[in-house]
């Protein structure tokens, strides 16, 4: 197309313009609605969006909700409990940042009991698929011996991969060395 159509049509050239800038309503959908409240900071909003989408299965949609409940972006305080329950539903479906929440949950206790067995599983998971926040977490897990056998170099192994893709490390490593 030469710039003289687009001049002939400017109200074709300012629609495209605008859904390529700001999305096309018809190709939102409910997590896409869901968001754009989340977003917006709307928070009941976005949970009356998601929530069904989560009920029905939708990983990313669970993940989110995980987010609000935990959160507490609704209701007067975070509740751990639900938020764990939606990160699990989320991480049993391979997302890999619910799986390093899980971690995170088991390894600080939040909503469920502190277990660090069960945080190295799910930073397992997550290491394994390439999350250097995981892989950063399961190193220290294998540098302290909790919940894995305590391996001085399986944790350097780990935080040198976290670091390899550009999650900062600072000077863990040199302690370690």
Request: avoid cysteine; aromatic fraction near 12%.
């Amino acid at each position: 197309m030469t710039a003289t159509h687009w001049t002939r049509r400017p109200l074709l050239g300012a629609v495209l313009f605008g859904v390529i800038v700001f999305g096309s309503p018809a190709l939102a959908g409910p997590y896409e609605d869901g968001m754009r409240a989340y977003m917006g900071e709307d928070y009941a909003t976005a949970l009356t969006l998601l929530k069904p989408l989560a009920e029905q299965g939708d990983a990313r949609a669970q993940y989110q909700v995980g987010v609000i409940f935990g959160d507490g972006l609704v209701g007067d305080k975070p509740d751990d409990a639900a938020a764990a329950n939606w990160f699990s539903k989320a991480a049993a479906t391979g997302h890999h940042t619910a799986e390093k929440t899980m971690g995170d949950i088991y390894f600080l206790g939040k909503g469920v009991t502190k277990d660090f067995f069960q945080a190295g599983r799910w930073y397992r998971k997550a290491a394994d698929a390439g999350h250097p926040e995981a892989q950063f977490m399961l190193g220290y897990l294998y540098q302290e011996g909790l919940g894995v056998p305590k391996d001085k170099a399986m944790a350097i192994q780990l935080y040198k991969t976290a670091e390899d893709q550009g999650y900062q490390i600072g000077d863990v490593l040199l302690g370690l060395q």
